[in-house]
C-alpha cells in the first residue's frame, strides 16, 4: 500500500460529466453540511482542498452558498492513502477508534476507523430487531480486523440481549455447536447471507430439522435467491433483519420484516445521493472518523417507495458499480453470467473462477451449486449452452479458444474465510483469496 499524505482527490473521472442525473435522498442543511467539512478539513492531507469551503483564510474563502456538488467524490484509494492521519486524527477525538479492514488482501489491506461506539445508541433508535428475551448466536467471524462481529455483540448488548459470540462454524462441527446453541434457547442469529445459506443446506442435507431461529439478522453482501429460498422453505415464520453499509461508512441503511432485501432505510445522519445511478453517502455524525463525505460507496441505486408504508423513500441497492472484467479481449459484466446460468434448472448457485487472468491462457470456469434431484453433468452443459448463447460476444470469443471457458458443478462455493462472504470472481491460483 502507497502513502501519499499530500496526494488531493479529485473528481471521480468515472462519474459522467455534468449534466448528470442527480436525485438526494432528503434536503441536507447547510449547517450540517459545513459542519461535516469543517470535520473533513482536520484531516491534514485533506484541509487544502476543503479549506476553501471551510472560511479559512489561508486558503480563501468560497463566495457563494456552499452546495454539495461543489465538493469533489471521495473513493476507497482516497481513504487509504491518508490513513497515518485518520490514526493521528482519531488520537485527539475524545472517544476511541477501532481500525477494521474493508478489502484488499491479507498482506494489503483497506483500513478505515470506526470509533467504537459504533453508532450502536443511534442506529437503536431506528432499528431494533433484539428484544432482552432473544438469545442471539453470532456466527460473524471475529479478529482479523473483521467488523461485524464486534457490531452484533454491541447491538446485542445495548439491546438487553444474551449474546453466544460463536463466530464461524466448519461443515464438521455444525451439528455440535447448533445443538449447544438449542440447549441455550438461541432466538435469532447473526451472519452473512452465504453463512446463513450453508447452515440451513447442512440441514436440509443430513435431515436435521432447521434451528427454531425466529430472527435473522444480516450483514456483508446482498441476500441473493439461494439463501432466500432456503430461508422461505425451512424457516418460512423467521424475520429478516438487514443491514447495509460499508467499513467506510459504517451502517448506511437498514431493513425488516416488511422490506425487501435489497431496499434499505437511511439514517438520518447518512445522506444519500444518486449520480446516474452512483451511490454517494455523507456522514453528518460527529463522531466519525474517515472522511465521508461525498463517499462512493461502490454500488449502484435508487429511491423507491418501500412497501412496509414508511413514508421516506428507501435506498434499493441495485448491485455493484462498474464491476466490468476483461476475457479473450472482450469486457464482460460478471453478473451477466451469474444471472444467465441461475436460469437454468437445477441450478441453486453461481460463482466465476479465473485461471491465469489477463495471460494468454486465461481460462474461466463457472462453478454452480447444483440440486441434487438434477444430474450435474447435464446441468453444466445446459449452463455452458445457455451462457454462451446470451451473454453478449462471449460465445463468439470463446469459439477460437474452447478450452477458454468452462462450467463445473462443485459441492460448494468458494468464500472468503475472513469474511464468510461469497465472492462473484475468485482467482484460485492466487494464495489470497479475492475479498
Not at 112 to 141: K, R
Not at 309 to 325: I, K, N, S, Y
Request: charge should be negative; glycine fraction near 6%.
Amino acid at each position: 500500500m502507497t502513502h501519499a499524505p499530500h496526494a488531493a482527490p479529485v473528481p471521480d473521472a468515472a462519474l459522467p460529466a455534468r449534466p448528470a442525473e442527480r436525485v438526494e435522498l432528503r434536503d441536507l442543511p447547510t449547517a450540517s453540511l459545513r459542519r461535516a467539512v469543517s470535520r473533513v478539513a482536520e484531516i491534514p492531507a485533506l484541509r487544502s482542498v476543503y479549506a476553501e469551503f471551510t472560511g479559512s483564510a489561508e486558503f480563501g474563502t468560497r463566495s457563494g452558498e456552499l452546495a454539495l456538488t461543489d465538493l469533489p467524490v471521495l473513493t476507497k484509494p482516497d481513504i487509504a492513502e491518508i490513513l497515518d492521519d485518520l490514526v493521528a486524527v482519531a488520537r485527539q477525538r475524545p472517544h476511541g477508534a477501532y481500525v477494521y479492514g474493508s478489502g484488499g488482501t491479507t498482506s494489503a489491506p483497506k483500513l478505515s476507523l470506526v470509533p467504537t461506539g459504533m453508532f450502536v445508541e443511534d442506529i437503536l433508535e431506528h432499528w431494533s430487531p433484539l428484544a432482552p428475551d432473544d438469545v442471539l448466536v453470532n456466527f460473524n467471524t471475529p479478529g482479523r480486523l473483521w467488523s461485524s462481529h464486534n457490531f452484533f455483540n454491541m447491538l446485542a448488548h445495548r439491546s438487553g440481549a444474551v449474546t453466544i459470540p460463536l463466530g464461524s462454524v466448519e461443515n464438521h462441527e455444525l451439528t455440535e455447536w447448533l445443538d449447544f446453541t438449542e440447549r441455550l434457547g438461541a432466538t435469532a442469529f447473526d451472519s452473512t447471507p452465504s453463512q446463513i445459506a450453508h447452515i440451513l443446506e447442512f440441514c436440509e442435507s443430513t435431515g436435521r430439522p432447521a434451528p427454531a431461529f425466529r430472527k435473522l439478522l444480516w450483514t456483508g453482501e446482498g441476500f441473493g435467491a439461494r439463501a432466500r429460498d432456503l430461508t422461505r422453505r425451512l424457516l418460512p415464520d423467521t424475520e429478516l433483519y438487514g443491514v447495509y453499509g460499508s467499513t467506510e461508512t459504517w451502517v448506511i441503511g437498514l431493513n425488516g420484516p416488511g422490506c425487501p432485501v435489497d431496499t434499505f432505510h437511511v439514517l438520518p445522519y447518512q445522506h444519500v445521493e444518486i449520480v446516474d445511478g452512483v451511490v454517494l453517502v455523507t456522514n453528518t455524525h460527529p463522531d466519525c472518523v474517515n472522511p465521508i463525505l461525498r463517499y462512493r460507496v461502490g454500488d449502484r441505486g435508487r429511491l423507491v417507495a418501500c412497501p412496509c408504508g414508511r413514508a421516506e423513500p428507501a435506498l434499493q441497492v441495485l448491485g455493484r458499480d462498474d464491476p466490468q472484467l476483461k476475457f479473450v479481449s472482450i469486457l464482460l459484466m460478471p453478473a451477466d453470467i451469474t444471472d444467465v446460468a441461475r436460469t437454468v434448472d437445477g441450478v441453486r448457485d453461481v460463482q466465476i473462477a479465473l485461471f491465469d487472468h489477463g495471460r494468454p491462457e486465461e481460462r474461466m470456469e463457472v462453478r454452480v451449486l447444483v440440486d441434487p434431484a438434477f444430474a450435474a453433468d447435464a446441468v453444466e452443459e445446459r449452463a455452458r449452452q445457455r451462457i454462451l448463447t446470451r451473454v453478449y460476444r462471449l460465445g463468439w470469443a470463446v469459439a477460437s479458444a474452447p478450452g477458454s471457458f468452462a462450467v463445473r458443478a462443485v459441492d460448494r462455493l468458494a468464500v472468503n474465510p475472513r469474511t464468510q462472504k461469497t465472492p462473484l470472481v475468485v482467482h484460485p491460483e492466487r494464495r489470497e483469496s479475492t475479498p
